[in-house]
Every structure is written in structure tokens, then in C-alpha cells.
């Protein structure tokens, strides 16, 4: 094969669906590659016919041009895909499995790795611990939103759906595996939700609806969750959350409403960088959600922070910002014995664990984040309506494997 269509990030608000190589199993010089890794040899890879691939909030930060992201990088880092070549040193990943990516890139061999700390892999990016496809500075290994993809370390990588026509008959539950579940289902962990918690989920996207969903999977007794769009707290009513609109004001006032007290025993971040302030036509203020859940989680309680946050911002609110300094209320987690996770989710700690709990009928985490299947040539349009704030996780068919 000689031929692959991609879905290209060329300017702030722009992306574009663009001709591109075919995988192989070296990487190639391009957009957002290090030049450390051009040259760099790949037979303990796979190249996958792509099932499906996400929108994510975090290649809108990118598209927005709110990172350093290149133009031309070929963007997309939620895949889910067939494999149609392997190279010669996979050992246990067949030619037509059907399996999950995750986000972050790991070798598998390293002392993180082998620590299960597999988004901060010390062998996939030059630059720093972590990689992940079709991200800025995250080592230039190319995005997923395209017809074919290359995976590195497949043995070690993949996660291999049981039975093919089960995971094409879940494929809409299951494409959610490589990212946006693991990732909120993190949130919720690291937040510390077990059984009769009372959590609060600042943001409503499609990753603060899988911190919700997750939450009540770990068998949370209130879920409530925040955001300044309606649309999106009426997607989070749908499955039984409930709901404050932070355009009113201070959380803390609204979830002692709903509790009779003013504080959770549970806070999850999935806004992240590009956070505003509280009340009707608040601004930007990037530390908001920060300082809000140190206010609302009760002493001695965890604070889960899936949310984005990037060391590079050009368009920030300010110059400490746009090298992600935040004025953040330390000493009001201090006082509290408030316990922070930050960091990319691990999805390998816990992506076979959610994919049972899809294939048995757990969870319906699709239905949860109001996934929508678009072909790949609609994905400008996904872009847009996503950031101008539909209540959708929009999922690209590049390949016409998911039947509407």
C-alpha cells in the first residue's frame, strides 16, 4: 500500500483531511518528529487498518492553538484499530486481531515500565519521560487519525479484544478504552471514590462524563458535576449525576444544596490549562478548578487531576501561565492533608479491567459521553461543533468498520 488520508492540524481553528505516507516500520522526519527519532528502526511494531479514532479535548487544546504544536502534525491519539502487518519481532499480535492503543506510548522495558508508570516511559521520547501519538513534544510518533497507523512495542502495547465480533459490536464502548475511561476512571481512583463517596467532577466534557461513569462504577453514593455549559450538565443528569452550573457561582454554595455541607469527599479535575473563572461571564483564570476542589474536598481527601496541563501555552491569560505557572493556594492543601495526582493516566493499569466491564455490561460508557460516529473526511466539522461546545464525543470511522 502506498496511500493514507490524516487529519492534520495547519492552523489555529484550522484542521484539514491531507494525503500522507503509509506507515512503515521506521520512523520518518515530519511535522512535530524529533529529530532523534527520524531513522528510528520499529520492528517490534504493528501497522493497524484504523477501526476508530477519537476526538479529544486534548488535541483541541493544539487546534485551538493554545500549545506549540506544529502545523502539519498529523493529530489523533484515541485508537482502536485491525492489524494488517506486523513486524519481525512481534511475537503474540496476529494479523487480523482487533485491539485497543493506549494513548501513551510505553517500551515496556524501562524501570517506570516495569513500575507500571507506563505514561512516563524513559525510552519513547528524547525530549522527557512520556509519549503519545499525534501530540506536541510528545516525541513525533504520528497520530492515529488517519486510515493507518503505526504501533510501536505491540506485545507490550496492545490490548487484544477477545472475540472480533464482540468488540465491533461494542466498538462504540470499546474505542473509549484507549483514553477517555481509563483516564477518568484514574481521576476517580487517584481521587480516592470507593463505595458511599461523595465526589465532585469539575467539567463536563467527555472526560469528566467518564470520571462520573467511573465513579459510579466504583460505587460512589452522590456523583455531582460542574461545568458553565448546559448542555453538557443535561448529558450528565442523563445518567444519573447530579448537576451544578458554576455560571451561578461558587460550587461549594450549590453542592451544599445538594449534600446539606459544603464539602465532597472526592474532587476530580477534567478541565485542566484552559480553565475559567466562576459566575456569569467569567473569564480565563487557569487555576480556578485547582484552588476550587482544595476548597470543596473535605481535610485529609484526594484530589484526582486528569486535566491538561502544559508547560508551553502562547495564548495564555498571563506570562507565568504560558509556562504553566499558576497561582495556586498551596497552603490551603497543606492545611487540609490534601493528597494530588497529576500526570497522564496509566492505561494500562486499567484498561482490561474496563474492557470486561464493557463486554459484561458494566458500564455504557458510549451512552454515557453521547458518542457520535462520523467518517473521517466530517472531522473539521467535529473539531468545530466539539469547541463550540456540543455535548458529543466525536468518533472517526476512517475505514467504515462502524455501521450507523
Known amino acids: 500500500m502506498s496511500g493514507n488520508k490524516a487529519v492534520a492540524y495547519k492552523a489555529p481553528g484550522v484542521v484539514e483531511i491531507i494525503d500522507t505516507p503509509y506507515p512503515t516500520f521506521e520512523l520518518q522526519a515530519g511535522p512535530g518528529v524529533n529529530p532523534i527519532n527520524v531513522g528510528r528502526k520499529v520492528p517490534h511494531g504493528v501497522i ?12 483541541q487544546h493544539m487546534v485551538r492553538g493554545r500549545t506549540t504544536a506544529p502545523a502539519g502534525l498529523v493529530l489523533g491519539h484515541e485508537i482502536t484499530g485491525e492489524v494488517i502487518e506486523t513486524g519481525p519481532d512481534v511475537e503474540f499480535i496476529k494479523v487480523g486481531d482487533i485491539v485497543s492503543v493506549p494513548f501513551n506510548i510505553s517500551c515496556g522495558r524501562c524501570r517506570n515500565c516495569k513500575e507500571g508508570k507506563t505514561g512516563i516511559c524513559l525510552n519513547v521520547n528524547p525530549d522527557r519521560p512520556g509519549s503519545a501519538y499525534g501530540y506536541v513534544d510528545m516525541g513525533g510518533w504520528v497520530g492515529g487519525q488517519a486510515e ?6 505491540a506485545d507490550w502495547n496492545l490490548l487484544r479484544f477477545p472475540d472480533r465480533d464482540q468488540a465491533l459490536e461494542k466498538i462504540m464502548d470499546l474505542t473509549m478504552l484507549s483514553d477517555i475511561l481509563p483516564t477518568g476512571f484514574h481521576g476517580a481512583v487517584t481521587a480516592g471514590v470507593g463505595v458511599g463517596s461523595t465526589v465532585y467532577v469539575a467539567g463536563a466534557g467527555p472526560v469528566g462524563l467518564a470520571a462520573a461513569a467511573s465513579a459510579q462504577l466504583l460505587g460512589a453514593a452522590v456523583v455531582i458535576v460542574g461545568d458553565l455549559n448546559e448542555d453538557r450538565l443535561a448529558q450528565a443528569r442523563s445518567f444519573g449525576c447530579e448537576t451544578v452550573n458554576v455560571a451561578n457561582g461558587d460550587p461549594a454554595d450549590q453542592i451544599e444544596q445538594l449534600l446539606g455541607v459544603r464539602e465532597v469527599d472526592a474532587g476530580i479535575d477534567a478541565v485542566g490549562f484552559e480553565a475559567r473563572g466562576h459566575g456569569h461571564g467569567a473569564q480565563e483564570a487557569p487555576a480556578t478548578v485547582l484552588n476550587s476542589l482544595m476548597d470543596i474536598t473535605a481535610a485529609g481527601g484526594s484530589v484526582g487531576i486528569p486535566g491538561l496541563y502544559v508547560t508551553g501555552d502562547p495564548g495564555a491569560a498571563d506570562e507565568a501561565a504560558k509556562k504553566g505557572s499558576l497561582s495556586l493556594s498551596l497552603g490551603t492543601g497543606w492545611a487540609k492533608s490534601l493528597s494530588f495526582t497529576t500526570g497522564q493516566c496509566p492505561v494500562m493499569k486499567y484498561n482490561r479491567q474496563l474492557m470486561m466491564a464493557i463486554l459484561h455490561d458494566r ?18 466539522r467535529g473539531y468545530a461543533e466539539f469547541d463550540a461546545g456540543a455535548a458529543t464525543k466525536y468518533v472517526l470511522n476512517p475505514n467504515g468498520y462502524i455501521s450507523n
Do not use: F, H, M, W
Open 363 to 380: 458500564i455504557q460508557i458510549s451512552k454515557a459521553v453521547n458518542a457520535k460516529a462520523i467518517p473521517l473526511e466530517d472531522a473539521p
Open 48 to 59: 493497524l487498518r484504523t477501526v476508530s479514532t477519537n476526538i479529544c479535548g486534548s488535541d
Open 148 to 153: 493507518y497507523v503505526l504501533v510501536p512495542y
